[in-house]
């Protein structure tokens, strides 16, 4: 038959295909499972460690072994979640019903995430950036700049301290950004002491 061809495998062979498929299934296997476990590692030396875990673990392929990947990666996800924590409040400060001191702290929280937004924004730039020439300044710029950023996010549940309600809302829509860039804040510092 034209255009017609067959393939024929000896046992051998296909017993070869099939062990290298094996071998290169428990290799990548073996891979991902080292790279969970620097994660799993390096997480424990947050002050959330299962937060940490569970919010990075998933990028393990991409994060490997590498300290500046994972800072960078905690980083970005603390940004994203800031983002969306930020929008929400925006919406929630749209509801009607409540007293002008409640919305004077509701612009103030929004204001606060805004400045964390750009701090955490300004520190992931600076860190995926290639090379510097000052390696110690960068990372000390980017140590104030998430430092303050968590500041920030701690003290936008404060304006509420004469609505207990509001401010539960609010620390419970906060309090996830909190940790997760205290999260990053660590991994940031360990980092920056292996570099520095």
């Not at 994660?39 to 569970?54: A, D």
Request: contains cysteine; hydrophobic residues 35%; glycine residues 4%.
């Amino acid at each position: 038959m034209e255009g017609s061809y067959s393939i024929k495998f000896k046992p051998c062979n296909v017993v070869l295909i099939i062990l290298l498929i094996t071998s290169s299934t428990n290799l990548i296997y073996a891979l991902e499972k080292t790279h969970v476990e620097f994660i799993r590692t390096s997480c424990n030396l947050t002050t959330y460690p299962t937060l940490c875990f569970n919010s990075l673990s998933t990028q393990a392929h991409a994060i490997q072994t590498s300290q500046k990947l994972l800072a960078q990666t905690a980083l970005s996800v603390t940004l994203n979640t800031t983002l969306t924590t930020s929008s929400s409040m925006v919406k929630m400060s749209k509801v009607h019903g409540m007293n002008p001191r409640e919305v004077a702290a509701m612009e103030d929280c929004i204001e606060l995430l805004s400045d964390s937004v750009d701090k955490l924004q300004k520190s992931l730039e600076e860190m995926s950036r290639p090379g510097s020439k000052d390696t110690g300044l960068v990372m000390s710029d980017i140590q104030t700049w998430v430092s303050s950023a968590l500041t920030d996010e701690d003290t936008c549940s404060e304006g509420f301290k004469d609505d207990p309600k509001m401010k539960s809302v609010v620390r419970g829509k906060t309090v996830i950004v909190a940790r997760l860039t205290s999260n990053a804040l660590a991994l940031i510092n360990s980092y920056a002491s292996l570099n520095g």
